[in-house]
């Protein structure tokens, strides 16, 4: 290599060797940096290292390296970029010697340059260059050194005054404490006593920003030759090779004080004191030496050390400690391993002194001393730690860090190390090994080891690292001990402070040994004397643990995942990341970690927590807001207005939304090239730097299509999945595509802007006013996709908004084509001013279909055709596009032909002009009548099908559909006989039976035709045309993947239909008939089709294939209907959630039970997922939703926030922002109310007028999911509106608990619970027929006869009939049961009805409380009432048997109206409380009563054999409740033995 051009920059200066790159398998000589800031070839630092140390050749310092010796010494990226770009340019260089470069002079003429003279030039500049930036570099370390000095001299001086100004304050009285505040306070402006030092700063600041100038303008220079002429080229070399003076820089200025000093004088007299105290001005001295090398001029590597306090540590005198005492950190009493920093902090105490230095470092020392010791994120604040990088929560700035991660156990528990304590590091690590070494950190048989000590273990690559004892076991001992002797030690485990993880060693016994031995634990284990914890206790900690903010798991059931770990390690690496430090909670530093681009500098940082979330094995608690600005493309620059270019249309949405290119040019073939060539490049796995790991909404990137080419794009959404969603900016479509088909761009493909220019057609409308058509979006493709036109401009538009164009077809004529009059033509759009007359035919529709109906405006249109009543079919009968509009059954089902809506929608505006304002008449309406029908607001011709029935309802035939609907006869008019007819086909599929070897259609098959075709767009094939109906037709319809099908083979290939058998010849022809169709496809394939022609190739780039058109589709929902409020008074509530403004969900009883019946009917009804459309969500309302367990549920939209919603579960009350693609705009069983109401509490304010966000959690704890009382104080009007309760939890008030918690006050002005609203009768107006339905009408029976209770102290011949719980009964007197009315009892009774169970009927009524018959489970019929109803689907009865006592749920199968004679007879049985026991305070039994808890099962069961055989009761009292006390026949109470057993209490 020569060395002769090469810049001294890039010479090693030890050697004179040139550093060079490493090129394919040569290893190249890098240059390194040490420690001191000297740089060195790879080569010399080798031959100079000794035993791991390398010591500089110039400044002597010695730098210990790291694991991987001198390769693993930090390069110099200046240098490496300098060389680089030397070898660029000689490659350049090499290039342009062939070619001549013309320089514009000032007559005008162009002389040509030498190459030589061009060589000289660049030579130069290449040399200046290199000087330049090794001046700039030592000019930066110059600088660096000496603002560092600066500010530690100020620190010095403010701590050395702020010493001698607190001791003289000290010395005086509260006259004093004034002067001191003012005093302190003129300490801010220190500074200005070091003018020395700040004009050093000054006058090096200028250098650099010359220096940097004349650079950017050499740059420049060496780039454009010709501008040398502009400017002073010998004086830009002059100042880039100007060398660095060391001389005019001293350092000696920054030894020196301020010049300032306190004095203090004192007078005493005979009864009074005089003090005197004042700063004054003496000649400045040096600052006091602490422990800092000695400065020399113009060496500035050993200045920076001193200042930067890299040997401060080395030199400090040792805290003193007095034998055989060790600090109290030493062992600690809790082995967890978050307490690890306190371990190496130990008191001590020194005498103070009378001289200025001294007392300087006692002050620092004893606040080391005296801090507490640091623990988890405060461990990042230690004051040693701080002095060197400041606080990571100083509130002035956010100090950011460069780390290393060295443990993971999850992403929210791992620790780090500071890049910048590397150095501190190795050197504890290297104190740590010597110290291992030494005889007197073996283990002896005296020692012991302690759970809390510190000991030393072999930690990663077997070196010795500082370690905290965890758990300690003993030989043939299973429970961990405290204390063990190291011979009879198992094992231990320990947790790494420096690293963060925790490992278990065992000791191996040894086996050869006769007696006990410590050779084992001595190879893996070494203890810590007094005198090396001394020595290690100023060094912290190194580990610090940390934690990703509001970040969860995926799965909160399944907590962190293995996944995340993995994927967590896999982007961190062993690099160095940097640390945003965003608070921190309890033991963890609450952080964000962001690991650097690697190849351009305008590239953001990747946040590993966004990361997690991204590739889902993560989420946020939170909403977590981005404060990236990702590059964006140049915007499309806009041809002129009325100026014609060549252009290709290349993305169709409709014609109102799509994309061109200007073929003006060959820029996009050319990018189209250049993005092949370097994104096909082979990378190795593993380090291609060009891959996006968590992509950005608006990131600029490269993107694979399905073809397997790069194109530019723009991330627009995440759809999940590890998806995202892209935009091409080339070409306008959009793709879904896998974030390992992303690729970051680079600088050179940003120059050219985006070539898709988003456009509409000028001057043109839909034809309905508000959506295109399927038809006029399928005729527009066929006219322009893939093809050349010429695009004129005809107005100015915002960048935001489309730019109006006209396109005409690229012909020789001057009669070009202009697409939208072709579209207005054919009657598929509309111009502003209307429809545009054409004497031609119209041709046939190819499948508009209308929508809504025509503005006012368009009416002028029904000049340009004749209005016809009738269908008409035309000559050809194959392939007709038609819409279905009402299926019956494969025999019978109708459709409406697209060529028909502008028919059709004519009629309608007739008949609206000719019926909207008639008054209904009394006319007799008969069957076969045809009248014009308003049916869902719009008015149709409809035929009559059956006689007005008693309720002035009638079925009418919706002649332009095929349906039936029931209508009032007020909706109905005559309709005139020159609008009668009809435009819906009837049609039955040819060539198909039933199958099963039925007659008929089975229900399934008419079922699933109907789900899968209404108001689908098919075409069909009418096989014979005659006047009979239904017409024989093939029907042909798109599957999901979008392929065309013959319904028939698809009717058949489900099991639901078979194929007639027919001749071969016929079965032939059709094949070769259905051969030739090629009909459009709902859903518009975009392929990009090869180029026909050269001419075509130049002008049109390569697209990407099979782009599918999605246009917006408009649609609209409304809300779910309102819930039903429950009444006043106290109800059994649910409590589903609990928003942040206290506001709370609730579901009553019944509503818990419709839940349960609903989500199975939805999950049903939506067994797969639909297909995604494009929607305009500002007219939803309503929707179903998918949750995160991916079942459906109702909700309700609330807001639309780029690519994700905010929704309300209906039924939940729960609020949540999910992806758009989650949501679908469709009702799910809309018949259903809302199943929970909203709350808000009575007569509580929240304290501040907020709830608090401790407030809102303690409700959630208390209430959530739990079954409450709720008593309802108030009904609103609005029933989507709260409710106003008070809610009750086990007897106690809510309102009371919240302001016991001091979360809320009472308002005195609510207190009084509101009146209750007077009753309001409910009439529901059914429109049923009942006619021939009326059968006997039910006896409405009263309520029972109660029993009458026996008085206080009386004594009771008593049986039970029923157990609730231990002490709640139900009793029957023996002299009841014997009751005879006329003759008979109630048991013969009951008896001879259950022998003629038939003539009994079935249970027509439901009151609450009613009387009614319950089958038991022994199949007989008891008296019983009804108590509530349970559910309506199926209907289930919560009923009461009372005569027993018990309940039971029953369907309405099993009651029966009971006879009258029946309520005769009084109640068998009556509810007591049995007196003298109650629950046991403290519950040891695991198994209770699920409805009365404080029992348990086990007390039940022995209480019911306690009660077999006679008893008597004894009357105690009648209120609140009867109360009893039961004897056995023995006469003792019954409850005795339940107490002695510890099943109850007495009471």
Not at 375 to 397: C, H, I, M, Q, Y
Not at 571 to 592: C, N, R, T, W, Y
Not at 818 to 845: H, R, Y
């Amino acid at each position: 290599m020569e060395h002769d051009n090469q810049p001294d920059a890039v010479i090693c200066n030890f050697c004179g060797k040139a550093f060079t790159l490493p090129e394919d398998e040569v290893e190249g000589n890098l240059p390194r940096v040490l420690i001191c800031g000297h740089i060195f070839c790879t080569s010399c630092l080798q031959s100079i290292e000794s035993r791991n140390v390398v010591r500089c050749p110039e400044c002597e310092v010695a730098s210990s390296l790291p694991e991987e010796g001198v390769y693993g010494l930090q390069e110099d990226t200046r240098i490496i970029g300098l060389i680089y770009t030397i070898k660029m340019n000689k490659t350049r260089r090499s290039k342009c010697r062939r070619r001549k470069l013309v320089s514009p002079n000032v007559d005008g003429s162009n002389d040509v340059q030498q190459p030589a003279d061009l060589e000289a030039i660049e030579r130069a500049v290449d040399q200046a260059l290199a000087t330049a930036a090794e001046r700039l570099a030592k000019l930066e370390h110059l600088h660096e050194t000496l603002t560092t000095g600066l500010a530690e001299q100020v620190k010095r001086e403010r701590a050395r005054l702020a010493m001698e100004i607190n001791l003289a304050a000290d010395k005086a009285l509260y006259a004093t404490q004034k002067w001191r505040e003012v005093e302190l306070s003129q300490l801010n402006k220190l500074e200005a006593h070091f003018s020395s030092s700040q004009a050093q700063v000054y006058s090096i600041k200028e250098q650099i920003t010359s220096l940097t100038n004349a650079m950017h303008k050499a740059k420049k220079v060496f780039r454009v030759p010709f501008l040398k002429e502009y400017c002073d080229l010998d004086k830009i070399l002059e100042t880039l090779q100007a060398p660095v003076d060391h001389q005019s820089f001293s350092t000696k200025c920054l030894t020196m004080s301020s010049g300032l000093s306190v004095i203090f004088r004192s007078f005493h007299e005979a009864q009074s004191v005089a003090l005197s105290m004042k700063i004054d001005k003496i000649k400045p001295e040096p600052l006091p030496v602490m422990a800092a090398p000695h400065y020399q001029d113009g060496d500035v590597t050993r200045c920076a050390e001193a200042l930067t306090g890299t040997q401060h540590s080395r030199s400090r005198p040792k805290s003193p400690q007095k034998p055989g005492r060790r600090s109290p950190s030493y062992r600690r009493s809790s082995p967890s391993p978050p307490r690890r920093s306190n371990l190496f902090c130990p008191n001590s105490s020194v005498s103070r002194q009378s001289t200025p230095d001294v007392v300087i470092e006692e002050l620092i020392v004893e606040e080391e001393q005296n801090i507490v010791p640091p623990t988890g994120p405060e461990l990042a604040n230690d004051k040693r730690r701080t002095r060197k990088r400041g606080n990571v929560f100083d509130s002035g700035r956010n100090v950011n860090q460069l780390v290393v991660v060295t443990h993971v156990v999850n992403p929210c528990h791992f620790y780090v190390h500071y890049v910048a304590e590397k150095w501190e590091s190795d050197l504890l690590s290297k104190k740590i090994n010597n110290f291992c070494a030494r005889d007197d950190s073996y283990f002896t048989f005296s020692d012991r080891v302690e759970s809390g000590s510190v000991i030393f273990a072999k930690g990663k690559e077997d070196l010795w690292c500082r370690a905290s004892v965890l758990e300690v076991y003993q030989n043939n001992c299973e429970k961990m001990v405290k204390v063990c002797p190291v011979f009879q030690l198992a094992s231990v485990q320990v947790f790494f402070m420096d690293y963060g993880f925790t490992k278990n060693i065992n000791v191996e016994r040894e086996v050869a040994s006769p007696g006990p031995s410590v050779n084992n634990l001595n190879n893996q284990l070494r203890k810590v004397n007094e005198a090396v914890y001394a020595e290690l206790s100023r060094f912290c900690p190194q580990a610090i643990r940390c934690s990703f903010k509001d970040l969860v798991p995926y799965d909160l059931t399944k907590g962190w995942s293995q996944e995340a770990q993995v994927e967590f390690c896999r982007i961190v690496g062993s690099a160095a990341v940097e640390m945003h430090p965003l608070g921190q909670d309890k033991d963890f530093l609450l952080v964000d970690l962001k690991k650097a681009p690697m190849d351009q500098c305008s590239d953001v940082a990747i946040s590993v927590r966004e990361y997690l979330v991204f590739v889902e094995v993560a989420r946020f608690y939170c909403a977590v807001k981005t404060g990236r600005r990702p590059l964006k493309y140049y915007p499309a620059v806009y041809p002129q207005i009325l100026t014609k270019h060549n252009g290709v249309v290349s993305h169709i949405s409709s014609p109102g939304d799509f994309y061109i290119q200007l073929a003006d040019g060959m820029e996009s073939l050319l990018l189209l090239t250049k993005l092949q060539d370097c994104y096909n490049a082979e990378v190795p796995a593993g380090e291609d730097h060009l891959l996006i790991y968590c992509p950005v909404i608006g990131q600029a990137c490269v993107a694979r299509f399905e073809d397997t080419l790069w194109y530019r794009a723009e991330v627009i959404g995440h759809p999940g999945g590890r998806k995202v969603e892209v935009r091409y900016t080339d070409f306008g479509n959009q793709a879904t595509v896998l974030v390992s088909d992303l690729r970051k761009i680079k600088d050179e493909f940003f120059s050219l802007p985006a070539l898709a220019i988003h456009c509409c057609l000028a001057d043109v409308l839909p034809l309905s006013g508000e959506t295109w058509s399927e038809g006029c979006i399928s005729r527009f493709v066929s006219l322009v996709h893939h093809k050349l036109f010429v695009v004129v401009a005809t107005e100015k538009s915002p960048k935001s908004k489309p730019l109006p164009v006209k396109l005409y077809e690229n012909d020789e004529t001057d009669s070009s084509a202009d697409i939208a009059e072709v579209l207005i033509a054919e009657q598929l759009a509309c111009s502003k001013d209307g429809f545009k007359s054409s004497d031609t035919e119209v041709p046939v529709n190819d499948g508009a279909i209308w929508d809504p109906p025509l503005d006012a405006s368009g009416g002028n249109a029904t000049e340009c055709f004749d209005l016809k009543s009738q269908l008409s079919l035309s000559k050809s009968l194959t392939d007709l596009k038609v819409r279905v509009t009402h299926v019956s059954s494969p025999s019978s089902f109708y459709v409406h032909l697209a060529q028909s809506d502008a028919q059709l929608n004519r009629l309608s505006e007739l008949l609206k002009e000719a019926c909207e304002l008639l008054e209904p008449e009394a006319a007799a309406w008969k069957p076969d009548m045809t009248c014009a029908a308003h049916i869902n607001g719009v008015w149709e011709r409809g035929q009559i099908c059956s006689d007005v029935t008693s309720s002035s309802c009638v079925e009418v035939k919706r002649c332009d559909h095929g349906n039936k609907v029931k209508l009032d006869v007020n909706n109905l008019r005559p309709l005139p006989s020159s609008l009668a007819g009809s435009f819906a086909l009837e049609c039955s599929l040819t060539d198909v039976r039933p199958a099963g070897g039925q007659l008929t259609w089975t229900a399934t098959a008419c079922d699933f035709m109907s789900n899968y075709l209404s108001g689908a767009s098919t075409l069909i094939t009418i096989q014979d045309l005659r006047d009979q109906r239904p017409s024989p037709v093939t029907l042909h319809c798109t599957n999901k993947m979008g392929d065309l099908v013959n319904f028939t083979d698809f009717l058949a290939s489900k099991g639901l239909a078979l194929k007639e058998r027919k001749a071969a010849a016929k079965k032939a022809h059709e094949e070769s008939s259905s051969a030739v169709k090629t009909p459009p496809s709902p859903a518009y394939s975009l392929t990009p089709m090869p180029p026909v022609s050269s001419a075509l190739t130049q002008a049109v780039a390569p697209r990407p294939a099979m782009r599918t058109i999605r246009p917006t589709e408009k649609v609209k929902t409304e809300l779910y209907k309102a819930p039903e409020l429950p009444c006043l008074g106290h109800n059994h509530m649910t409590i589903s959630a609990i928003k942040e403004d206290g506001l709370i969900y609730a579901r009553t009883q019944n509503a818990d039970c419709q839940l349960e019946q609903l989500r199975d009917k939805i999950q049903q009804s939506m067994k797969t997922l639909p297909n995604q459309k494009r929607y305009t969500w500002k007219t939803v309302k309503g929707c179903a939703v998918i949750g995160p367990d991916m079942l459906w549920y109702r909700g309700q939209m609330l807001e639309v926030t780029g690519g994700n919603v905010k929704v309300q579960y209906v039924d939940y009350g729960l609020v949540e922002n999910i992806p758009v693609v989650h949501v679908y705009p469709r009702l799910l069983c809309e018949h259903v109310p809302q199943l929970c109401m909203a709350c808000r509490l009575h007569a509580i304010s929240p304290v501040g007028g907020s709830w608090q966000q401790d407030a809102v959690e303690l409700l959630k704890e208390m209430l959530l999911y739990r079954r409450v009382d709720v008593h309802v104080l108030e009904v609103p009007a609005d029933p989507r509106q709260p409710l106003t309760v008070e809610i009750f939890i086990d007897g106690l008030s809510l309102n009371d608990i919240l302001c016991h918690h001091k979360h809320a006050l009472k308002d005195s002005t609510k207190l009084k619970t509101p009146p209750l609203p007077p009753a309001v009768s409910i009439l529901d107006v059914w429109d049923i027929d009942t006619e021939g339905l009326e059968g006997l009408e039910e006896v409405m029976l009263g309520p029972f006869t109660e029993p009458t209770l026996p008085q206080e102290d009386e004594l009771l011949k008593v049986r039970v009939r029923h157990l609730q719980t231990p002490n709640e009964l139900f009793l029957c007197m023996e002299d009841t049961t014997k009751l005879a009315v006329d003759g008979e009892t109630l048991e013969e009774l009951l008896s001879n009805i259950n022998a003629n169970t038939e003539s009994l009927r079935e249970l027509s009524n439901f009151p609450l409380g009613g009387p009614c018959l319950a089958e038991y489970s022994n199949g007989s019929f008891y008296r019983a009432k009804i108590i509530d109803i349970i559910s309506s689907d199926p209907v289930m009865i919560l009923v009461q048997h009372v005569d027993f006592g018990s309940y039971d749920t029953l369907p309405t199968s099993k009651l029966r109206q009971m006879p009258a004679e029946l309520l005769r007879f009084p109640v068998q049985v009556f509810k007591v409380h049995a007196a003298g026991f109650k629950a046991p305070n403290v519950g040891v039994e695991d198994e209770v009563l699920p409805y009365s808890p404080e029992w348990s099962v086990k007390a039940t069961l022995a209480m019911i054999q306690l009660l077999h055989g006679n008893l008597t009761a004894s009357v105690v009292t009648r209120v609140p409740e009867l109360s009893v006390l039961l004897y056995n026949d023995d006469d003792n109470l019954v409850f005795l033995s339940l107490v002695e057993s510890g099943l109850a209490e007495l009471d």
